[in-house]
């Protein structure tokens, strides 16, 4: 079976799970595809367990979930060192981070220095405790959660934070015949539990070393950059795209278009992932958070419509 076909075969691996999103599960997937991460950002009991679940059961892959609470510490997902008596020495316990796909559930329930347990993990796949580094991976893929913020008992994320997520989708509820198709069929205790893996984690990342790969036109480079500083000038935006951003944007547009069995990005593969990669990075001069990342999307797609397609 080659690549492509091991592609198509995962993207019908989850979808039999999660009924009805097939844009969401395709944006998750190239976002794995391109080592990033995701911020699934919606309310509770539409799916995003769900569909962190199928993705770690379709590739054979170690999987974890952490429950983030007020009361959680960071050494509750890095690790500790415990004292073994008999050594005399001190051994370092692995927390549940160390993983190949981990769901950080609710992650806006936890306070600011507990998320920020997780920016080493997420940028550099890696965990340093005690003087040592501890690798992640490969491959190393976190899925967060996260509550609308007008939720009781939530935190906001910090811009470094979400600066890691490489996209940000919300899943939405599923129209009436989907939903009436979940209630009968109740995937998540009949398919779920029998899924049968579709590739190894070793094929994933072949599949992942061939992303780089693929060929992006000058044209298209020109687009982003102009992305980017479009946003930098923009006087309702208080932050605008970093380079780390643009660099995701470009990693997600040749993901899609491998995802697609296509060698070379096109317009289109920049155009609609956009949004979704950029955004949650910007924040406006409003006073409040949840205000300001909703105006912030609101501004970047008006800046969106104004740049030119390249052809």
Do not use: W
Request: hydrophobic share 45%; glycine share 4%.
């Amino acid at each position: 079976m080659d690549y492509l076909e091991q592609l198509a075969a995962l993207r019908r691996n989850v979808q039999s799970v999660l009924l009805g999103k097939e844009e969401v599960v395709r944006r998750v997937l190239l976002a794995l595809l391109a080592r990033g991460h995701v911020l699934l950002e919606d309310v509770p009991g539409v799916g995003k367990t769900i569909l962190t679940r199928a993705i770690a059961r379709s590739i054979d892959c170690q999987f974890h979930r952490i429950q983030l609470t007020p009361d959680l510490l960071p050494s509750d997902i890095l690790g500790v060192s415990v004292y073994d008596a008999q050594s005399g020495q001190f051994t370092f316990k692995p927390g549940p981070i160390f993983a190949q796909i981990v769901l950080v559930d609710e992650i806006n329930r936890t306070t600011p220095r507990t998320q920020s347990a997780l920016l080493e993990a997420m940028n550099e796949a890696q965990v340093t405790a005690d003087g040592r580094t501890y690798p992640l991976g490969p491959p190393f893929m976190v899925l967060a959660t996260q509550n609308p913020y007008e939720f009781e008992g939530t935190y906001f994320l910090p811009e470094n934070q979400l600066d890691r997520f490489m996209l940000r989708v919300a899943i939405g509820y599923p129209d009436r015949a989907t939903e009436r198709e979940i209630l009968l069929i109740d995937p998540a205790r009949t398919r779920l539990t029998t899924l049968q893996p579709v590739m190894t984690a070793a094929e994933l990342v072949a599949i992942q070393e061939r992303v780089p790969a693929v060929r992006m036109d000058s044209a298209i480079t020109e687009y982003i950059l102009t992305i980017a500083e479009a946003t930098r000038r923009n006087e309702e935006l208080a932050i605008g795209l970093s380079p780390r951003g643009s660099l995701a944007l470009t990693q997600a547009s040749k993901s899609s278009a491998l995802l697609d069995g296509r060698d070379y990005v096109v317009p289109d593969d920049v155009r609609t992932l956009a949004t979704c990669v950029c955004a949650h990075r910007l924040m406006t001069r409003a006073l409040s958070q949840d205000a300001s990342a909703a105006t912030a999307e609101a501004v970047f797609n008006q800046i969106l419509k104004t740049i030119p397609v390249p052809k």
